[in-house]
């Protein structure tokens, strides 16, 4: 089928690369020349693991295009999908759908014959309502159909995700509608059960739910992983006992600094916003979106203490940078707070990223961007692993006490086996270990008796 996707960020790019490795004929469309520019010549402006070859590969066969001619590209689609940002406006939260309705107008007297206007943006529930408003009033004549398609793609495994999706989502009454994202979707061969067809409303809601609950599950074992520092238990252990249920799953149980990204943040606090607004408010999520940004902030504190109570003229080594690894994005990163906390209780700052320093220089000033774990650790005073980074798995130990000025790690992923550490002579710091006394070894002691 002809698929015009508007908007070749990291939504629009994965998803028009995607569809058209699955056959269709793509159109991306986007304003920045000089970003079309640069994926005609193959370069990819984002860091997605397979994105690069997708983008080159469907060039090669012609099923993928970049342009930035909106009227030729809409004329004649058959499905029309919107992918531009939605990011929260200042001050209250909501979502800014600037974009999403200039690209309404936009393509509304442009359309002809029978289109399907899908939007794969994440915007809050009844926004397919003004959008098929907006079409209507600049092109009475348009035959649109606005259907809500949700992207649940994952930074980092956005490929993944497309290609073998748990289900597909798609909002929308309209028998004509559902037949074409149906024809679309079909070359992914998915089970009839997971093409989930529902009311456009819902299927806007179901997004925001989805990124809700997540957001709340971790946030829920980041809040037992602070218990069990204090009553001295192992959240290692904890998740691994809640997650083997299968009502509740093991994924997204991994305690950490904190939740970060584009999304997350973003679409908690819309949810919190529209449910407001409804008269119906979202308390499990107003919490969930307080406590995360706590807990970010009070990370510098755990390594402060780890440090003997203060850093002021010391150095500290962050390791990760991105809000996750396998990404180059910082947006909403633990790290922005962690480094901007300990820069103001006086520490020297010394970070290496895999994939994020470009993206986090515009953000953090003054810090010493390094080439990698070792060269950040030397002359330092704390080693802190913000990033679940692969290359921080299985760091040589005896070099990192070397060259380090003291043998410090907090390992905010716990990543990292606390007794393996300690072996190695340097103090370890998890999150929700219960003295640091490292699962694993208590078995090797219990085993021993
Ligand atoms: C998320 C949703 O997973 C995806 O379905 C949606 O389409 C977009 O938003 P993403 O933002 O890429 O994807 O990141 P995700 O992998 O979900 O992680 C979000 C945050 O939660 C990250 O900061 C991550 O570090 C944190 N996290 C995740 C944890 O701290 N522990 C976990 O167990 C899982």
Redesign the pocket.
Known sequence: MKITMIGAGYVGLVSGGCFADIGHAVTCVDRDEAKLEALRRGQIPIYEPGLEAIVHDNMQAGRLQFTADLAAAVADADAVFIAVGTPSRAGDGLADLTHVYAVAREIAPHLTGHTVVVTKS?VPVGTGDEIGRVIAKENPAADVAVVSN?????????IG?FMQPDRVVIGTDDARARCVMHDIYAPLNLDDDRILMMSRRTAELT?YA??SF??M??TF??EIADLCEKVGADVLDVARGIGMDERIGR??????????????PK?TLALVKTAHDADSPVRLVETTVTVNDQRKRAMAKKVIRACGGTVRGKTIAILGLT??PD?D?VR???AIPIITALQDAGARIRAFDPEGTEQAQTILKNIAYCEDAYDAAAGADALVIV??WGVFRDLDLARLKQTMAAPVMVDL?NIYDAATVRVAGISYTGIGRSDGTDRRSLVLHQAAE
């Open positions: 994440t949700p992207e649940f793609l994952r930074e980092g495994s956005a995700d997004k989805g990124n997540l957001a599950k971790v074992i980041n994924k997204f149980l991994q305690a950490g600094p904190g939740i970060g990204g584009s999304c997350f679409d809000f996750k990404t994005d909403e990163s633990p990033t679940e992923r």
